[in-house]
């Protein structure tokens, strides 16, 4: 057969016509063209694997690994449930009812937060029942904080599932810690089951707590914002704190410190009544350390913790003074409202509307200094500034904020605790 050759594994070995010739080269030119695309694209996904966050769709919180391994860890055992509205699933299916359907585990007890075990409560909670499992819900926000001796007769291991916001005086925190050291107590594991920092878990910001002022709105000396998992925080109070708790931290999977909530694609619940979404749960660190000093932060309108004001504050003026202070991240916008409940119920108010930019480049606590600055320059002796030491919990910075000095400074005067702090924190992250 004229022009014809022989094809053997290596391409073309003989060929008699000219243009047959060139099929070789441009088979071995055609192979080593896809072998380069191969590489390349190999590079490109591990240069983007390492770039980009993974993929929202992926992340899994503790409740998911738990339920993917058939909630083996929890075989055999008599379980309570420390968990609110936010404990659920990727399937929006509440750990209560997880857990009460598992096969091999008895859920025996639940214990809720502040809010209570619907997060639907502003108020000290009573104990109750819950009507779809019958079970006993114990509330640690009510006559006691902790678990009581009877509260934990029966229970072989604590199960800790609730969404915190990342902030130190948010009770969630606390409610853990002080179930850990009554777990370590009656001799009982201690189960956590991860969730993200919704800020993130990079940015460490605000005052450290006095050692002397810890209380249920501080339950250790860390900073404002943390930027640690529940997890990361039970194994360092475990450690620090020597409580002597038998600890175990079910993690996270697909989940990195540069993610912010809606970076994860779990769905956002509602912590507590007045933390309606993610931009106020951002704001919310600078702004609510300012309720204590007289002003409203929005609880009983419909955007709290997005907006701030009072009778005596005007508006337009308190708004041109912040923007003039060009505070990163944030714009100020005049607002006029009237609170339907908390401070200044019925009384029509003046504020500012905090408009959320770029969530990166905002330094919460600089923006709330920035704000009690303005408050007590534009409004002496209306804001007070003292009161806010139950959520600031660092006698030195108030007494800075007191002397007038600039937010930037106030800010830089926490660099050594703040620096001392993530070398100590480093040792209990679980996640890169």
Not at 83 to 104: P, V
């Amino acid at each position: 057969m004229t022009g014809a050759g022989k094809f053997g594994n290596n391409g073309w070995t003989s060929m008699k016509h000219p243009a047959m010739r060139l099929r070789k080269s441009d088979a071995n030119t055609g192979r080593n063209l896809f072998l380069f695309r191969l590489v390349l694209s190999a590079f490109i996904c591990v240069y983007l694997w390492i770039q980009i966050p993974v993929s929202a769709a992926q992340t899994m919180t503790g409740i998911d690994v738990l339920e993917a391994e058939k909630f083996a860890s929890l075989a055999g055992k008599r379980v309570g449930l420390i968990t609110n509205q936010t404990g659920i699933d990727r399937q929006g299916r509440s750990t209560i009812d997880l857990l009460a359907h598992a096969r091999g585990v008895k859920l025996v007890a639940l214990f809720s937060p502040e809010h209570g075990i619907r997060g639907a409560l502003d108020a000290r909670v009573p104990s109750s029942t819950d009507e779809a499992t019958g079970l006993p819900i114990y509330s640690l926000y009510g006559e006691t904080e902790r678990p009581t001796d009877a509260m934990l007769a029966g229970v072989d291991i604590l199960v800790f599932d609730i969404q915190d916001a990342g902030v130190r005086f948010y009770t969630y925190v606390t409610t853990m810690g002080y179930a850990m050291e009554e777990a370590a107590a009656h001799h009982i594991s201690f189960y956590v089951l991860d969730r993200p920092d919704p800020l993130g878990g990079d940015r460490v910001e605000g005052p450290m707590l006095d050692p002397d002022r810890t209380n249920f709105l501080g339950y250790f000396p860390i900073p404002v914002r943390m930027a640690m998992t529940l997890g990361e925080m039970a194994w360092m109070f475990n450690s620090e704190k020597k409580l002597g708790c038998d600890l175990h931290i079910v993690r996270m999977k697909n989940w990195r410190r540069k993610m912010w909530f809606s970076d994860t694609g779990l769905r956002w619940v509602d912590p507590s009544p007045n933390l309606r979404s993610v931009a106020a749960g951002i704001l919310y660190p600078g702004l609510e350390i300012l309720q204590e000093g007289g002003v409203s932060v929005g609880r009983g309108t419909e955007t709290p913790f997005e907006i701030i004001g009072a009778p005596w504050i005007r508006g337009e003026e308190f708004a041109a003074y912040l923007n003039r202070r060009a505070i990163p991240g944030v714009r100020f916008e005049p607002r006029k409202f009237t609170p339907d409940s908390g401070l200044y119920k019925g009384e029509s108010c003046e504020g500012v509307h905090v408009a959320l930019g770029d969530r990166t480049a905002l330094q919460s606590m600089r923006m709330g200094f920035e704000i009690a600055v303005a408050l007590s320059k534009l409004y002496p002796g209306k804001f007070e500034s003292a009161k806010m030491i139950a959520l600031l919990g660092n006698g030195a910075t108030l007494q800075q904020l007191q002397k007038g000095r600039d937010p930037a400074e106030i800010v830089s005067s926490w660099n050594s605790d703040l620096e001392a702090f993530r070398k100590m924190r480093a040792k209990y992250l679980l996640y890169r």
